[in-house]
């Protein structure tokens, strides 16, 4: 918020993490997953795509494929069918059995669980390497940042960049490393359900006393919506007891 000192902001992060917990107890990963391959397979399926479309898919998906083996000596054409209704399929399928062959041949079929080794994988960026760490190994390593993460750092004002690196340096340093894969899933979770990108609900968000957008003066008086906030977090505090 403005002029926000370095440690206002780490305060407003843990309330913004304390309200959001208490709002989304059950926060996880959306791609259903069993196993760190089938979270690589989905996180790959997921770029431009939404998890509903990669869930429809997936179930077949893993049923054919269940071992890196069998994406790496899959016909590619014939996996490009197979997630053709993802979008990109022609890539995807190409990353999916590049990563695949990667584990088989490289790894010897031990599917790697570090940072340094999962983004040698094609088609694996710091992000979904994140993503595997965090949710398939509990590993906090950084914090996912994707299109919800960026957005809504940046309303909430954790952040003054819009490059995905720079806002992960910036989250690193403001939440403790036991919650960076949680709070990305809070995150992801606020943002589909109450801060949308065409229509935040402002009026009824949980963070509204800790977001800067309504206290800018719109639809409702910064008051109201601080009181609202203090209720939450009273509720959260009793809750803990
Ligand atoms: S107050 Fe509005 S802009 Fe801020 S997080 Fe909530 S819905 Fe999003």
């Known amino acids: ?25 059950d926060a996880h990963c959306e791609l259903d997953h069993s196993s760190p391959l089938e979270l690589l397979v989905a996180t790959i399926l997921s770029a431009q795509c939404t998890d509903k479309r990669v869930n429809l ?6 049923a054919k494929y269940p071992k890196a083996i069998d994406y790496a000596e899959a016909e590619l054409h014939e996996l490009e069918e197979d ?22 041949e490289k790894f010897q079929g031990r599917f790697p669980d570090t940072m340094e080794e999962l983004v040698q994988l094609d088609g694996v960026g710091r992000k ?14 950084g914090v996912v940042v994707d299109t919800h993460v960026i957005r809504l750092s ?12 720079k806002i992960e340096q910036d ?6 490393q036991e919650d960076w894969s949680l709070f990305s899933h809070l995150i992801v979770w606020h943002g589909r359900r109450r801060c949308s990108a065409r ?29 609202k906030s203090d209720r939450e977090l009273k509720k959260t505090e009793k809750n803990r007891i």
Not at 128 to 141: D, H, Q, S
């Open 128 to 141: 979904t390497a994140n993503v595997i760490l965090g949710t398939a190994f509990n590993k906090n390593e």
């Open 57 to 62: 898919v997936t179930p077949k998906l893993f």
């Open 83 to 104: 997630i053709r209704s993802t979008g990109f399929f022609r890539n995807k399928a190409k990353n999916i059995q590049s990563a695949c062959r990667a584990i088989v």
């Open 199 to 227: 229509k935040p609900d402002c009026l009824n968000c949980e963070l509204a006393g800790l977001c800067p957008v309504p206290a800018q003066g719109k639809s409702v008086s910064r008051q109201r919506l601080k009181e």
């Open 171 to 176: 989250l690193m340093k403001l939440i403790p």
């Open 154 to 165: 940046n309303l909430l004002e954790l952040t003054q960049h819009k490059d995905p690196v």
């Open 1 to 25: 918020m403005k002029n926000e000192k370095k440690t206002g902001l780490k305060k407003r992060v843990g309330e913004i993490l304390k309200v959001l917990r208490k709002t989304y107890p």
